[in-house]
């Protein structure tokens, strides 16, 4: 049922937009940072996935991860950004 539950949270689509602020759905964090709850601002929305060409296993868990959204993260009044899967993350609600 976790699964199931978890493919369905991946799998629901969102609307996002320049500037927006989103967090990690439940469970469905897969990077070490951001921490999850924690907000970030979406800076871009890639017109297309990008994949990281570093990452040539398919053991890996990143292995043609489609990177669409791009993050910036608050760290010690700077924002870091990083490209990550826009369907692990949704909007903040007000």
Known sequence: MKLGDLFQRLDAPNSFAKGQIITWK?????????EH???????AVLPTPVFDASVVSAASPYFQ?????VIGVFREDDIPEFPVDGRRFEPVSD
Do not use: A, F
């Open 26 to 34: 439940l469970d469905l964090r897969n990077r070490h940072s951001p």
């Open 37 to 43: 709850g924690e907000p970030v601002v979406l800076t």
């Open 65 to 69: 991860e489609p990177l669409t959204l």
